[in-house]
């Protein structure tokens, strides 16, 4: 007996009151520039976790592959390793742009300062004209730098900041002061739907320990059996967001109307050498704390209001710092003797003026 065609099939299962096989629908697709750094690793594995498919994208300047290897299997994530500097080309459809791309470490910032200023400019540009180009979404990474060193506590989007644009964060600040200019002029000139994010410090696994910055410092410190650095008086302060916060954060601003800037970050507030005393407790260590002269134009005060991402996004961090401190940590004590020891993460070979 001959075998029914499919379409015949189809029929015969329509008649019968069988349910329909739906086509498979293409998944929408999001672009995630600096996708092999700390915060865009972390973003990719939330993108797909959401049905997403994931098209990340880094030179890997200061992104480590490391942290998306556990991607590679997948058929809906692809990466793409090119500087956004440059003219940037992604065939298809996109949903939704997220601008992750730029040195975030003052070690990194200050060692390439020119890559720093253009991957927030330039950088900022190509992807602003890919979004108009696919009428895609698109999300910017400011920072809390953008306030420089504030002289309102604590600080609100409302706030212009207090930024020093020929001192020596100036790269980095002012390179993020231009991203939010030129991200708001595609949205008011052409219509473009932005969102911009201003992120205050943030900690998690997957961070670099000797990228600078106190966190890993402190930790990198303690399980390498050396005393705790504090610059100044140690009387500075920081507020700590965990990553799954701070992501969960992200995302409802991206779904969210809203274009103008939001501080996503935790307020618990905490001097430097309160910080430091915390991680002795929480490592066991009995490391002296020893200080150091304060750089130049470091922020003596950061704390974010986030007023407005309670109001508009119905976001408040959930993680407490004892919480996310042992997970990271925990983290931590499982790099190998070399990752631990490591004291240059990059030499940035081509960027670097001899």
Request: hydrophobic content about 35%; charged content about 25%; aromatic content about 10%.
């Amino acid at each position: 007996m001959a075998k029914k065609s499919a379409a015949t099939q189809a029929k015969a299962a329509a008649k019968s009151g069988a349910t329909k096989v739906k086509p498979a629908t293409a998944k929408e697709r999001v672009l995630i520039t600096g996708a092999a750094g700390f915060l865009g690793s972390h973003l990719c594995d939330r993108f797909l976790q959401e049905g997403y498919h994931v098209i990340g994208m880094d030179n890997l300047i200061t992104g480590r592959l490391k942290n998306i290897e556990h991607l590679f299997h997948r058929s809906d994530f692809e990466f793409h390793h090119h500087d956004v500097t440059k003219f940037v080309h992604v065939p298809g459809k996109l949903k939704y742009i997220l601008h992750f791309a730029s040195p975030a470490s003052p070690i990194d910032y200050l060692k390439i300062p020119i890559q720093t200023l253009k991957v927030s400019s330039l950088g900022t540009h190509n992807l602003l004209g890919l979004a108009l180009e696919k009428g895609a979404r698109i999300l910017v990474a400011s920072t809390s730098e953008v306030y420089g060193d504030p002289q309102v506590h604590p600080q609100t989007e409302a706030y212009w900041g207090h930024v020093n644009t020929v001192g020596p964060r100036g790269v980095y600040d002012e390179a993020k002061r231009f991203q939010e200019a030129i991200t708001m002029a595609y949205h008011t000139y052409h219509g473009l739907e932005t969102r911009i994010v201003r992120i205050f410090n943030t900690y998690g696994p997957r961070m670099r320990l000797n990228d600078g910055r106190v966190l890993p410092a402190f930790i990198g410190q303690a399980l390498r059996g050396e005393d705790l650095t504090i610059f100044g008086k140690g009387d500075q302060t920081r507020s700590f967001c965990y990553v799954d916060d701070l992501v969960e954060g992200i995302y409802r601003l991206l779904k969210s109307d809203y274009a103008g800037p939001v501080n996503i970050g935790n307020p618990a507030e905490i001097t430097i050498k309160q910080f430091a005393q915390e991680i002795v407790k929480l490592t066991g260590t009995k490391q002296k704390l020893v200080y150091k002269p304060l750089p130049q134009d470091d922020p003596m005060q950061r704390r974010p209001d986030i007023t407005l991402a309670k109001k508009l996004l119905k976001w408040q961090p959930k993680v407490d710092r004892a919480q996310g401190l042992k997970i990271t940590y925990a983290y931590f004590k499982g790099l190998s003797k070399t990752e631990l020891n490591e004291k240059e993460h990059n030499s940035f070979e081509g960027y670097v003026r001899r």
